[in-house]
């Protein structure tokens, strides 16, 4: 944990810590401040902190959703977690190991588990190999799959297995529609059989009809071959569609985490209810009957983030207290009342979360413990 | 008489590999203070109808074979690129999807609005900037005065558009046709420009033709919808007809096959199978027959034309509304969704 | 195949196609056709790349076929037939020496040939390995190599020619060397610009979550992504060092007499210019004809291998 002052939030810390080998990712205390030079002699001026103290346990066999707006840093968080960034502090645990202190060697053993599928279609395949050869390459690089004859019938069977004619692997990439090419993406990412697989929007750049394609595809690779999923969208809905547990980032921390349900029906973070109250739904009387919070301003720059609470310029339900000190990311009251208790899996780091029946932009009068416990 | 009506409006483009129809047909009216909403995905001809209506279409290769469009009576297909000068900016303004690149980034926000204003109205070029401080204030940008006098990169993706919207507005235009105007912006800026432009319709009067391909945005602001598919409109209505009973097998599709914040997680998303035509080989009968999950022998011949199903409410589909009833009945019943 | 729900499966398939569906499906006019055949198909289109193109080859072919089909020596003289104009004889004339003009043009052909696609090549290799290694690699590495270019850039070019053709006598083979070491830094400079957009590319990102080493991504996925820009610039390189040898042996420096090149020939009848107009007219258009059709070719090229262009 970044913030700890805490009692709380420590014991959360250790039993999560402790109990490590239930997880198969573990993001702990992970930052990513890219330096800002400048002037001709190229010196450090400042950070831009894209991902700045990040806690994540993703569970085998489960889809972890992590939304935000542009610039919350969720995609640099991807690319931690795979090691294609080296991150400022912060360790990544995969199954029970930091694999940041791993050589060449055995990191390329990880690469086999952990994989990536990218948001542009257009951009992740390389325009001048064939469907076969993107696809084959994990194999050869690891060099599984034997015989180069074993080895294009694997590929023929892994474009099957997302959809497209097996016929098609001597063609290049251009000659697909941007549905196809991400499902060859797909199959590239699943080459390898990895445990877990990183999605970064891997929707967001295709025409709407043919999301629910990949989607789908998605959801079924996952219950045949028991992948794990980190699904990364700023499209609270298809992470609705998608996940079972979902983590909202601002400016490059968690704000809330919770199981789906959970999230959804008791937002606690002013941010994650603002969110959830600016998508339209596709339903004219719905939207008619809906009161919109809309926020104020913008996302501020992650180069000068806003002190205390980072979401406090935008908060509607903003106190002086929120300015100085930094929310940690506690445990937060079911819906029910006192009775019902802390559900430990659901954690926001607001110092007055939107409770059971509060409006957002109403001022939270109480201050039920987290403030009179410092 | 409607202020903007579109008669069978036909673009069409001149490429070596053959006539793109962008535009194959479309017909609509718009009344003061009213909103279309324009639905469709990528080459579905929704931004070429909407640069139809503003001229802006390049000339060549474009053509326009038939239709007319009428703005408070004049067919604006048949009017001088003078004539259009006056009208573009004055009477129809347009905002663009990308706010980066739809504004100048060597003048300030305030000489390009005030430009705007001095194009199409004899003011001082002090008069003009009063308004341009006004419109940007309107449009909710904080410190007007100081503002004014910066250039766009000094703005947010959010106040560029806003801007954007501003200087739309700055000649009080009596449409304003907005193409994708939040798709490049996160939900939260979305939903701050969505809310400006209701208030400033409430407030000028002002009819929007607002083409998304994001339901969501139409069923929160449109008054009608008009749902188009390879270059033709395929079901036109009232909003609330055309969400809650679509009579076009394409639309019902694509209400089914988005993941939405109401219902999320409890069905299966039904996909739309195949991708959309290539304009200059489309199939033969029915346009969507290669996807359409209702489809008959008959759609692989007939091309249906647009038809009214019900009073205001129409589509192009040979199907009869009992026939679709039956049909999306059935597929609800295996999907598990309720009615 | 994934095992899925199938009460419906026209419907649940999620749009995904059977073997063979695919290729019914509607892809437009390019089914089929790889990247090899959509470059041809683009520079077919460029008229005057593909005469650039032909009048290159066959100014080549004769360059090298020039012992054989050269009519004469091109030291050869015959003191009776000097400053003759064009005849049967001599096509294109004789000079002070009776020495024949054509068989001169062809072997400074031969001088052009050798300096043209040896510079081109030189420079290809030093400045695509530089470009590469300082994109690929960044910091230290590109800061170090990056003085170097501009280092040489900065090098004022016709004088150090000129001092080293002064000092050393220049062969073909030596001024082809020369030209290539001042010319690189320019193919070097772009190669790097690319390198590094592509670098940062997703399927370079893909690449690296898969396992693949540097070396490996450096020659399957960087490389063949620059290798359009590399031809490109090559063809416009080639140009250059043909009028930069023109102009060496032209002031005197480069190609010594009795060997031909077409500059030094040039300069051979700078003074008869008005008398013998054959001795200027011809070695000065094949100069020009061949960097004309050589910027030609690079221009096709260009557009079609640039990887942007729209189809």
């Known amino acids: 944990m970044t913030e700890a002052p805490n009692g709380r939030t420590e014991a959360a810390g250790a039993t999560s810590s402790a109990s490590s080998g239930e997880y198969l990712l573990e993001t702990r205390g992970l930052k990513m401040h890219f330096p800002i030079k400048a002037g001709v002699l190229k010196r450090t001026v400042g950070h831009v902190k894209a991902v700045d103290g990040v806690d994540l346990q993703v569970r085998q066999g489960e889809t972890l959703g992590l939304v935000g707006e542009s610039g919350c840093g969720k995609s640099t968080l991807a690319r931690l977690i795979l090691r294609l960034l080296e991150p400022t502090a912060g360790e990544v645990v995969f199954e029970g190991e930091n694999i940041l202190g791993y050589d060449r060697k055995r990191m390329l053993r990880v690469r086999r588990d952990m994989q990536i599928i990218f948001q542009d279609p257009y951009a992740s395949l390389n325009p001048r190999m064939t469907v076969g050869n993107i696809i084959a390459e994990p194999l050869k690089t690891h060099d599984i799959g034997g015989s180069s004859g074993e080895r294009k019938r694997r590929v023929q069977e892994l474009l099957e297995i997302v959809g497209l004619n097996p016929e098609h692997y001597n063609r290049y990439p251009h000659e697909f529609s941007g549905g196809q090419r991400q499902r060859i993406g797909v199959a590239r990412a699943v080459a390898l059989n990895p445990k877990l697989i990183i999605c970064d929007e891997p929707v967001s750049a295709l025409d709407v009809s043919i999301q629910a394609q990949v989607v789908n595809l998605l959801q079924d690779l996952q219950k045949e071959f028991g992948l794990t999923y980190v699904f990364i969208a700023h499209d609270l809905s298809v992470v609705k569609h998608i996940s079972d547990r979902v983590a909202v980032m601002y400016l490059g921390k968690i704000a809330e985490i919770s199981d789906r349900k959970g999230l959804y029906a008791e937002p606690r973070h002013p941010y994650t209810n603002a969110l959830l109250s600016a998508i339209p739904v596709p339903d004219p009387e719905k939207e008619r009957a809906r009161r919109r919070v809309v926020l104020a301003g913008d996302v501020p720059s992650p180069a000068n983030p806003p002190s205390g609470c980072n979401f406090h310029t935008r908060c509607p339900r903003v106190r002086e207290y929120c300015k100085e000190h930094v929310p940690p990311l506690i445990p937060q009251e079911k819906n029910g009342g006192a009775e019902a208790g802390e559900s430990p899996d659901h954690r926001a780091s607001c110092f007055f979360p939107v409770l059971e029946g509060q409006r957002i932009d109403e001022r939270a009068e109480s201050t039920p413990y987290r403030v009179s416990e410092r | ?339 | 195949m994934v095992d899925q729900p199938r009460g419906m499966t026209d419907l649940r398939a999620d749009g995904a196609m059977g073997p063979g569906e695919a290729a019914a499906e509607g892809y437009g006019k390019v089914e089929g056709r790889t990247q090899k055949q959509i470059v041809w198909r683009r520079f077919k289109r460029h008229k005057l790349a593909i005469a650039g193109g032909l009048v290159l080859l066959l100014i080549y072919v004769a360059a090298l076929a020039t012992p054989v089909i050269a009519p004469y020596e091109y030291d050869e003289s015959d003191f009776t037939a000097i400053n003759q104009g064009p005849s049967a004889d001599h096509p294109m004339g004789t000079d002070r020496l009776g020495r024949d003009e054509l068989t001169r043009v062809l072997y400074g052909g031969r001088v052009s040939l050798v300096v043209g696609l040896g510079v081109g090549t030189f420079v290809t290799l030093i400045g695509g390995i530089v470009g590469l290694l300082s994109g690929y690699y960044g910091r230290r590495v590109d800061t170090a190599l990056a003085g170097l270019m501009d280092f040489v850039l900065v090098l004022p070019f016709l004088p150090v020619l000129l001092v080293l053709g002064s000092i050393f006598q220049f062969s073909a083979f030596t001024i082809t060397f020369v030209i290539a070491l001042l010319l690189w830094p320019r193919m070097a400079r772009i190669v790097r610009g690319q390198v590094l957009s592509i670098r940062n590319q997703d399927y370079v990102q893909a690449a690296k979550a898969i396992g693949v080493s540097d070396v490996r991504i450096a020659f399957r996925h960087v490389l063949p992504n620059v290798v359009g820009i590399m031809v490109v610039e090559a063809t416009l390189v080639v140009a250059q060092a043909i009028l930069i040898e023109t102009a060496v042996s032209y002031l005197g420096l480069g190609i010594q007499p009795p060997t031909p090149s077409w500059g030094n020939m040039l300069e051979d009848s700078r003074t008869t210019m008005t008398t013998q107009w054959w001795l200027t007219w011809f070695p000065g258009l094949m100069i020009v004809l061949t960097a004309l059709c050589v910027n030609f070719l690079g221009d096709g090229l260009r557009d079609a291998l640039d990887p942007k262009a729209v189809e």
């Open chain 2, 1 to 339: 008489m409607a202020m903007l009506e579109v008669n069978d409006l036909k673009t069409h483009f001149k490429t070596q590999d053959g006539t793109v129809k962008a535009v194959d047909g479309v017909s609509f009216s718009l009344e003061p203070g009213e909103t279309l909403g324009i639905v469709g995905e990528s080459g579905s001809g929704k931004s070429v109808t909407a640069l139809s209506l503003m001229q802006l279409n390049p000339k060549p290769p474009v053509e326009y074979p038939e239709g007319e469009i009428l703005f408070e009576g004049q067919d604006l297909l048949k009017a001088s690129e003078s004539r259009m000068q006056k009208i573009r900016g004055n009477d129809i303004a347009m905002i663009f999807q990308d706010p980066m690149t739809s504004l100048n980034p060597v003048f300030t926000v305030g000489d390009q609005i005030t430009e705007a204003i001095r194009i199409h109205q004899q003011v001082s070029k002090g008069e003009a900037k009063k308004r341009a401080v006004q419109v940007l204030k309107d449009v909710g940008i904080a410190n007007p005065e100081r503002r004014v006098d910066e250039y766009p990169h000094q703005y947010s993706g959010g106040m560029r558009q806003r801007a954007m919207i501003a200087m739309g507005l700055s000649c009080n235009p009596k449409v304003l046709i907005a193409d994708e105007p939040t798709t490049a912006l996160d939900v939260t800026i979305q939903a701050q420009i969505l809310e400006l432009m209701v208030d400033l319709q409430e407030k000028y009067g002002t009819a929007i033709v607002m083409i998304t391909h994001d339901l969501g945005v139409v069923a929160q602001l449109a008054d009608k919808v008009m749902v188009m598919y390879a270059g033709r409109a395929v079901e036109q209505g009232p909003t609330d007809d055309v969400f809650y009973d679509p009579m076009m097998p394409y639309t019902w599709s694509l209400l089914r096959s988005i993941p939405r914040l109401d219902t999320a997680g409890e069905v299966r998303l039904l996909p739309i199978k195949g991708t959309p035509p290539s304009l200059i080989f489309l199939p033969e009968g029915c346009n969507f027959n290669p996807r359409c999950p209702f489809v008959k022998d008959e759609c692989h011949r007939i091309d249906p034309a647009l038809e009214g199903k019900k009073p205001g409410h129409a589509a192009a589909c040979i199907l009869s509304p009992e026939e679709l009833e039956n049909k999306k009945h059935r597929v609800d019943e295996e999907l598990g969704v309720e009615g």
